[in-house]
C-alpha cells in the first residue's frame, strides 16, 4: 500500500510517497500550474504512478496542501456573496476595529469589504448575551431579504447573528430559509464556522468562508475528478491551517480553514523530525518560489494563535502561528525611485519564472543572483531535469541591477542575496525574541527549495548557533502531509470570572465538546486507539482586551488551581509579567479533536561509501566581497556516507535542494538523514 503526500506551491508541486511494504521513501516535483492546480498534481501523481509501476488501487491515501483559498482572497477572485445579519449591523464588515496599521500614512486604505454594501442586508432579530431571544426573528422580513439577495445574482450567502455563538436557533432558520429559496446558492453560518464571541471577526471569518465556498468546492471537485480517473479510489484529504488532514466534504463546508495549509503542513514535519532527533525548540524556515514561512516550536510543539489576517482580512480560526513575507526564489530584485536596491514582495512565481528557467522571464530574480554566484548549479536542476541558463541569469542582473548601480554583476547578486536575507531574519526574530524567546537556545530547520540556501546566512545573522536540514528539504511540506494526523477544532466562548462555578461550566463544556470531536472521529473511521484529544482555554486578567492561550493536559472537577498557575506562566511568558491576586477571566474553551495516521518513517538514504566518492564537482562560488569566489566542492546528498562529515566552504546538491555550507562552518549527518550545519568548534 502507498501514501502521498502533496504541496501546492507558486513555483513547484512536490510529492512525497510513502510504501508501507517497502518502508521507503520517493520524492518527485513539477511545475505548478497556477490555472488550475489540480492539473499538475495530476500529472506529478501519473509519473509517481509510471516511475513506480503502481497500481492506482493501491494508493490508500492521498493528502495535500493548497493556498487555493488564501489566492481567492489575496486575488479578490470569489464569487458575488450576501450577508444577513442583525438590524443595525450592517456596517460591522466596514467598520471593523478602527485600527490603523500606519498611524502616520494618509494614503493606507483598509481592504475594500468583500460583500457589497447593497447585498449586506438587515434582519430584525436579536439574541442577548446570555443566549436570551431579546427580540423574536421576523420571518416574513427574512423571506424578503433572501429574496432580494437571489435577485442581485448572489452565489453564496453568509450568515452572522449577533450574540449567536450562545443561542444559534435564529442563524438556523436563516439558514433553512436560504437553502429553500436559494437551493444553488453556499451558505455559510457564524455558528458553525465560528461559534465565538467578538462579532467583527466572527462576521469577517464567517463572510470569506462564503465568499471561496463555491469556488474551493469547484476545485475540489476538479481535484477529486482528476483522481479518479487515474484510477485512485481513496478519498483525498487537505492539510489544514492547525495542522491536521480534512476530508474533502470537510473542507468543502469549511475552506476557510484552509487559508494555511501548505505551510502548517512543512511546520508538522519539521516538529516530528526534529523531536526524533532531539532538537525539540526550532525555528522552522521555509522558502518556497514565491514566499518565506516562518514559524517557532517549542518543546516539540508548534505554537498556535487564532488571530490572523489574510490578505488584511481578519480570520479567526486556530491555525499555527505562521510570519509570511515575500521572499523566495521567484522574488524580483528592482530599484525604488532613489536607486535603492529592493527584493520583493513581488515575484516570477511559476510562469514564466526566472530568467534562468528560459521560459520568457524578464526581471531578476533570487534564483538568477544565486546562479550567477554560482551558488546554485550554473547547468541543470532537479537532478538535471531541467536545464538552466547562467547566460540569461547572469544577464539579467546585468542590465536590471548592476549597469544602473554601477556595480559588478558578482557584487549586485550578492547585495540581492543580502536584502533578501535581511528580510527573512526580520521575519524569524518577529516570532522569537520580540516575542521572549532566545535564539540561541533554538536550532534553524531550514526545508523548501532555498531555505537550505540561504539558511546558514541567516542563522548566522540571527545568531542562530546550529542548522538542522532535513533530507530533500524542497518537498518538506509534501512529506509533513504524510505525518499530520487528522484533527479538527472545536470552540465555545464562555466568559466568566474562574472559580468554582465558572470551573463546573468549563468542565460541562469540555464534556459536550469531547462527545463532538468523538462523533467527528467516528466519521472519519478512526479506531478507539489512534486517537487523542488537546484541550486549551483561552483566558485573561480581568480588565484585559485580549487572551493568552493555556494548554491543558487534562480538565477535571478539582482542576481550577492547576489552570490559575498554568495560566499565570502563559501570561508571564507573554508578557513578561504574572498580577498575584488579580481575578482571572476564562473567554474560550478550545478542543482539537485528532486521529492519527501511519507515518512515513524518518530513515537516511543508503548512502555511498566515501565522502571523496560523494564528490561530483569542484566549482568557483562566490561568497560576497571579503571572500570572492574560493574554489568549492559540490557533493551528491544521495552518496554521502551515514556518518559523514564535511568543513565549509561546500554545496551538497540534491533533487529538490541545494545546501550552502560556508566557510568556517562544518556540516555532519544524523542518524535520521538530517545534515546539522555546525560553527567549528
Known amino acids: ?135 423574536p426573528l421576523d420571518r416574513v422580513q427574512l423571506d424578503g431579504a433572501v429574496a432580494t439577495l437571489r435577485r442581485n445574482g448572489v452565489q453564496s450567502v453568509a450568515i452572522c447573528f449577533m450574540h449567536s455563538y450562545r443561542n444559534p436557533a435564529h442563524e438556523a432558520v436563516a439558514k433553512e430559509a436560504v437553502q429553500r429559496l436559494m437551493p444553488d446558492a453556499f451558505v455559510s453560518v457564524s455558528s458553525e464556522v465560528l461559534p465565538e464571541f467578538r462579532e467583527y471577526e466572527r462576521m469577517s471569518t464567517t463572510v470569506l468562508n462564503a465568499y471561496v465556498g463555491p469556488r474551493m468546492r469547484t476545485y475540489l471537485d476538479q481535484f477529486l475528478a482528476r483522481m479518479r480517473d487515474l484510477g485512485i479510489a481513496a478519498e483525498p484529504y487537505t492539510i489544514h491551517s492547525n495542522g491536521g488532514l480534512l476530508s474533502a466534504r470537510t473542507v468543502a463546508a469549511f475552506p476557510v480553514r484552509t487559508c494555511l495549509s501548505g505551510p502548517a503542513a512543512g511546520v508538522v514535519g519539521a516538529a516530528v523530525i526534529g523531536a526524533a532527533v532531539g532538537a525539540r525548540d526550532l525555528v522552522t524556515f521555509d522558502v518556497g518560489g514565491t514566499s518565506t514561512d516562518v514559524s517557532l516550536i517549542k518543546d516539540g510543539r508548534p505554537l498556535f494563535t487564532s488571530n490572523r489576517t489574510v490578505a488584511e482580512y481578519p480570520v479567526k480560526s486556530p491555525m499555527i502561528d505562521i510570519h509570511v513575507i515575500g521572499a523566495g526564489g521567484g522574488s524580483i530584485g528592482w530599484l525604488d525611485d532613489a536607486g535603492a536596491l529592493k527584493v520583493g514582495p513581488r515575484s516570477a512565481g511559476a510562469v514564466p519564472g526566472p530568467a534562468a528557467y528560459d521560459r520568457g522571464g524578464t526581471e531578476a530574480t533570487l534564483t538568477d543572483a544565486n546562479i550567477v554566484m554560482r551558488r546554485l548549479n550554473p547547468e541543470a536542476l532537479l537532478r538535471g531535469r531541467m536545464p538552466i541558463s547562467y547566460a540569461r541569469a547572469h544577464a539579467v542582473i546585468e542590465d536590471r541591477i548592476a549597469r544602473p548601480l554601477g556595480i559588478s554583476v558578482e557584487a549586485a547578486a550578492h547585495g540581492m542575496v543580502r536584502i533578501a536575507n535581511a528580510n527573512m531574519s526580520r521575519a524569524i526574530r518577529s516570532v522569537s525574541t520580540e516575542r521572549g524567546h532566545d535564539l540561541s537556545k533554538f536550532a534553524l530547520f531550514a526545508f523548501g527549495g532555498a531555505g537550505a540556501l540561504h539558511g546558514a546566512e541567516v542563522a548566522r545573522e540571527c545568531g542562530i548557533g546550529s542548522m538542522i536540514v532535513p533530507q530533500e528539504p524542497g518537498t518538506m511540506c509534501a512529506r509533513g502531509v504524510l505525518l499530520s494526523p487528522l484533527s479538527f477544532d472545536y ?152 556518518d559523514a562529515t564535511l568543513s565549509g566552504p561546500a554545496i551538497i546538491e540534491e533533487m529538490s535542494s541545494t545546501l550552502l555550507v560556508l566557510p568556517g562552518q562544518m556540516a555532519a549527518l544524523d542518524t535520521a538523514g538530517n545534515i546539522h550545519v555546525r560553527k567549528h568548534s
Not at 505548478?32 to 501523481?45: F, Y
Not at 494508493?59 to 443595525?88: D, F, Q, S
Not at 466596514?94 to 434582519?123: I, S, T, W
Not at 468542565?507 to 473511521?525: H, K, P, Q, V, Y
Open 491 to 642: 470552540v465555545r466562548s464562555e466568559i466568566m470570572p474562574a472559580g468554582e462555578e465558572a470551573w463546573r461550566r468549563v468542565c460541562e463544556i469540555f464534556r459536550d465538546m469531547w462527545a463532538e470531536g468523538s462523533a467527528w472521529l467516528d466519521g472519519e473511521r478512526v479506531p478507539a486507539e489512534r486517537r487523542a484529544f488537546r484541550l486549551f482555554l483561552d483566558a485573561r486578567y480581568l480588565g484585559q482586551n485580549h487572551e493568552v492561550v493555556v494548554p491543558m493536559p487534562a480538565v477535571s472537577a478539582d482542576g481550577l488551581d492547576d489552570f490559575l498557575a498554568r495560566f499565570r506562566q502563559a501570561h508571564e511568558q507573554e508578557y513578561g509579567y504574572a498580577i498575584a491576586g488579580r481575578t482571572v477571566e476564562i473567554v474560550n474553551c478550545r478542543l482539537q479533536a485528532i486521529g492519527d495516521v501511519p507515518q512515513a518513517p524518518l530513515k537516511p538514504p543508503a548512502g555511498g561509501g566515501t565522502l571523496e566518492a560523494a564528490l561530483i564537482d569542484r566549482r568557483d562560488v562566490y561568497f560576497g566581497g571579503v571572500d570572492g569566489f574560493l574554489r568549492t566542492p559540490i557533493y551528491d546528498r544521495d552518496t554521502l556516507p551515514q
Open 1 to 135: 500500500m502507498y501514501r502521498i503526500g502533496v504541496d501546492v506551491g507558486g513555483t513547484f508541486t512536490d510529492f512525497t510517497v510513502f510504501g508501507e511494504a517497502e518502508g521507503r521513501v520517493w520524492f518527485f516535483k513539477v511545475p505548478s500550474t497556477p490555472h488550475d492546480p489540480s492539473e499538475a498534481i495530476q500529472l506529478g501523481v501519473r509519473q509517481i504512478i509510471d516511475a513506480l509501476a503502481l497500481d492506482p488501487k493501491s494508493i490508500t491515501h492521498l493528502g495535500h496542501g493548497t493556498t487555493v483559498a488564501t489566492n481567492m482572497i489575496i486575488e479578490r477572485r470569489g464569487v458575488p456573496t450576501g450577508l444577513l445579519t442583525t438590524k443595525g449591523f450592517r456596517d460591522a464588515l466596514e467598520v471593523a476595529r478602527q485600527v490603523r496599521p500606519n498611524l502616520y500614512d494618509y494614503g493606507q486604505r483598509k481592504p475594500e469589504p468583500l460583500v457589497d454594501r447593497f447585498n449586506r442586508l438587515e434582519v430584525n432579530e436579536r439574541i442577548g448575551a446570555r443566549g436570551e431571544v431579546v427580540d
